[in-house]
């Protein structure tokens, strides 16, 4: 525990109950709030990891000790989530695939948790990693472009679920080759989609989906002097290839 922490009560039973209850009132509230997928974050350090993580899982009764004592609640939260939610919708769980510290949560215990998803119905395992100690920033697993991208590829292949990845994937070509060699199903963008707002758009370009000056469904205020930019650039570059040729 560190210094000036607050140390968190052991939960009782009844605590349980109506933590689980209130999670199923989170997911109705989702329901009528009209999202169409429901993510369970078992990561990070939240709740739900620090039940399955042997390092903050200290207790002795059925909710602790072992693997499937400490995979119960999580287990329990999303049995009763996959059944508040529509059926036709799918319920992701972001995980923690390993703690990254000395006597942590493994990727082994990854796998078996994601099997024990899979078997309640759960969709798509989002794999991050880190946060159960320290900063939340704190690289416990060395920082590289996709680094988390391994963790959705083991559980994928070896699970048979759907995983997304996250972390680190920028580039448009990078995000499609990990689909392509069907290393995830999904790749999740979060802090390059707040430098550029529009990389779904980028990313269609630089995929060569659409033209370079298909600018028409960004955001009209400016889709419209961003086409006529593209235009004027490549008029631009074709002067200048011309004047260098002369
Ligand atoms: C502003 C901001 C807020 C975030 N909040 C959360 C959060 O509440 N829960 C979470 O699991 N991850 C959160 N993250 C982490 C992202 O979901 C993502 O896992 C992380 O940024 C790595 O992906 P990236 O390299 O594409 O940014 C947040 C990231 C940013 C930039």
Known sequence: MAEGHIVPHKLSIPELTVLKDDW???GKRAIEAGFDVLEIHNAHGYLMHQFLS??????H??????????MRFPLEVAEALRETWPDDKPVFVRVSAVDGLEGGWTMDDTVVYAKELKARGIDVI???SGGLFGSATAARVKRSWGFQV?????VRSEVGIKTMAVGLIIDPLFAEDILQKEKADLIAIAREALVNPCWPQMAEIALGRKPIDAMDDWPVQYGWWLKHRERTLEQIRADETAARQN
Do not use: H, Q, W
């Not at 042997?54 to 207790?59: E, F, K, V, Y």
């Not at 059925?62 to 400490?70: A, N, V």
């Not at 391994?150 to 083991?154: G, Q, T």
């Open 24 to 26: 199923v009132k989170a």
């Open 54 to 59: 042997p390092i903050s899982n200290t207790r």
């Open 61 to 70: 009764d059925g909710y602790g000790g072992d693997l499937k004592g400490r």
């Open 126 to 128: 989002d794999c991050s």
């Open 150 to 154: 391994p963790y959705a590829e083991r």
